[in-house]
């Protein structure tokens, strides 16, 4: 917000705009797809007037953040997504709080979105579209191989498996496993306490 770029853009409809309709113009393809993620203003009205302004500009989608700028951990405006998704006539995505399957099915039927984008939901759990509801081993699994194969960064590779194993250890296995520092440290407690 500070920089001037980011959600604060929701303030900027014309340079939205003005962004959107350089970078259409710039890609000779009429079938690149060209989006934006928003969040929504307070006032409804001036989020709708920026979605259409983006969509004439030629975005071909629009995920929208069912949150104000200023609002963090409170409870997503559904309502909100499904009032400008009923003034569009480009598809729109739906996001925020989506943790579960049930969850983007439900938000899904809530907003009548064109589609569900869901962020922390699948960081917890990357199999979550294949129907589970806590990350299987095999998933773990994979994500090890993945990291090692392609070089993951130490941090990158033990964030995203606190967050896989989050729902699946107790609050003392987290205490350990979460102030592990070295992949060797993080390959060995796998290995010990879960046979990965």
């Known amino acids: 917000m500070a920089e001037g770029y980011g959600a604060c853009l929701i303030n900027k409809p014309e340079l939205v705009k003005d962004m959107v309709r350089h970078v259409r113009n710039q890609i000779d393809n009429p079938k690149f797809s060209v989006s934006i993620k928003i969040r929504i203003h307070e006032d409804l009205k001036r989020t709708v007037d920026l979605c259409q302004k983006a969509e004439a500009a030629g975005v071909s989608w629009i995920t929208v953040h069912g949150r104000s700028t200023e ?48 962020a922390r939901g699948l960081l917890a759990n990357p199999a979550m579209f294949a129907g589970y509801e806590e990350t299987p081993f095999k998933c773990i699994q994979d994500w090890v191989d993945i990291a090692l194969e392609h070089g993951t960064p130490f941090t990158c590779f033990h964030h995203h498996l606190m967050y896989m194993m989050e729902r699946i250890t107790s609050k003392q296995e987290k205490k350990v496993f979460n102030v592990l520092s070295s992949t060797s440290a993080v390959l060995d407690y796998l290995n010990h306490h879960y046979g990965v």
């Open 71 to 118: 609002e963090r951990h409170q409870p997503v405006h559904y309502d909100a997504i499904k009032t400008i998704k009923q003034g569009m006539s480009i598809p729109i995505v739906a996001n925020g709080d989506i943790k579960t399957l049930k969850d983007a099915e439900n938000v899904h039927h809530l907003t009548e979105a064109d589609g569900i984008m869901v």
